[in-house]
Nanobody, 118 residues
Framework: QVQLVESGGALVQPGGSLRLSCAVS????????MGWYRQGPGKQRELVAR???????IYADSVKGRFTISKDNGKNTVYLQMNSLKPEDTAVYYC????????????WGQGTQVTVSS
């Protein structure tokens, strides 16, 4: 069973930055795509960014230009750099292997809480 451990969440003021990390207990270098997802209060979980095995990145419109996804295959770790944070970015953030629209490959980790508030 692959384990996902997300970290780096915190309380931050609007306009601030955070860097999230996701440590994966399996090799990610041949995974077709890794994704960062989030679930805000009272909302469904949504995909915010994904990165393919070749390094191509795709972002949700709501985070485009502010968030950057990256990965280190040697460390089996995926990152999400979040800049210019807004209150609407408040959510629990998760990573997983993207398996198509609405689908993921593994069981979810515990996530990491990001709260954007003044």
């Amino acid at each position: 069973q692959v384990q996902l451990v997300e970290s780096g969440g915190a309380l931050v003021q609007p306009g601030g930055s955070l860097r999230l990390s996701c440590a994966v207990s399996a090799s990610i270098d041949r995974i077709n795509a890794m994704g960062w997802y989030r679930q805000g209060p009272g909302k469904q979980r949504e995909l915010v960014a994904r990165i393919t095995s070749g390094g191509t990145t795709i972002y949700a419109d709501s985070v485009k230009g502010r968030f950057t996804i990256s990965k280190d295959n040697g460390k089996n770790t995926v990152y999400l750099q979040m800049n210019s944070l807004k209150p609407e970015d408040t959510a629990v953030y998760y990573c997983n292997a993207y398996a198509g629209r609405g689908l993921v490959q593994w069981s979810w980790g515990q996530g990491t809480q990001v709260t954007v508030s003044s």
